[in-house]
């Protein structure tokens, strides 16, 4: 089994400014992805960014970006430019290609951008 | 183009009743999953089906279960509702083992509450 861990309740940035969320996670598995969703209060569950973990190179979509660290099972997300959109529920999620392609998710950390 | 779509949005059940909550997407994607959501937690896999005809358990399957109706459709069902099981439900579906196509895309989720 694995474990998914956000150590960051809550956080806080000032509109156009960067900030980094925090992920690490425990598993024996060597077939897996990972991904960032976020929350908004409408609870969709929207995709952010994900990694395979095979690559080397950290993904990027625009202003979302991912610091992967394979040997340290650490995956944090930055976010640049930050924009009052930005606020919700960030979820760290690890995805078991052995197992169904099975989600396991931390337990989020709620980020509020300031005006 | 609805992607996934889930039904009923709101329920509210008394102790000991049953109902069904309804999945269907138009992705075309092999596998389907249902989660469950509690406050201030991350998702919880309950069941999934990784292709028609085939289900599997999650992390919490207890007082549940479910049909693959069809590639289409994936339903779970509560024979005998809890307060325990008051929470967020969410359905989601992918392609299982198609790399680059098994990113999960979510339902915009059921409220439920159980009296």
């Known amino acids: 089994a694995q474990t998914v861990t956000q150590s960051q309740p809550e956080m806080s940035v000032q509109e156009a400014e960067t900030v980094t969320l925090s992920c690490t996670y425990d598993?024996?598995?060597?077939?897996?992805?990972l991904f960032w969703y976020k929350q908004p209060p409408s609870r969709q569950m929207i995709l952010v960014i994900r990694?395979?973990?095979?690559?080397?190179q950290n993904a990027t979509e625009n202003r979302f970006s991912v610091n992967f660290q394979k040997a340290a099972k650490s995956f944090s997300l930055k976010i640049s430019d930050s924009q009052l959109g930005d606020t919700a529920m960030y979820f760290c999620?690890?995805?078991?290609?052995?197992?169904?392609?099975?989600?396991?998710f931390g337990g989020g950390t709620r980020l509020m951008v300031k005006p | 183009n609805a992607g996934v779509t889930q039904t009923p949005k709101f329920q509210v059940l008394k102790t000991g009743q049953s109902m069904t909550l309804q999945c269907a997407q138009d992705?075309?994607?092999?596998?389907m999953y249902w989660y469950r959501q509690d406050p201030g937690m991350g998702l919880r896999l309950i069941y999934y089906?990784?292709?028609?005809?085939?289900?599997d358990k999650g992390e919490v399957p207890n007082g549940y279960n479910v049909s693959r109706l069809n590639k289409r459709e994936f339903s779970l069902r509560l024979e005998s509702a809890a307060p325990s099981q008051t929470s967020v439900y969410f359905c989601?579906?992918?392609?299982?083992?198609?790399?680059?196509?098994?990113?999960?895309?979510f339902g915009p989720g059921t409220r439920l509450t159980v009296l």
């Open positions: 989601a579906s992918t392609n299982y083992g198609l790399a680059g196509e098994d990113t999960q895309y």
């Open positions: 598993t024996s598995e060597n077939n897996y992805y």
């Open positions: 990694q395979e973990a095979y690559k080397q």
């Open positions: 999620a690890f995805m078991n290609r052995n197992a169904g392609n099975m989600l396991t």
């Open positions: 992705m075309n994607h092999n596998s």
């Open positions: 089906s990784a292709s028609e005809g085939t289900t």
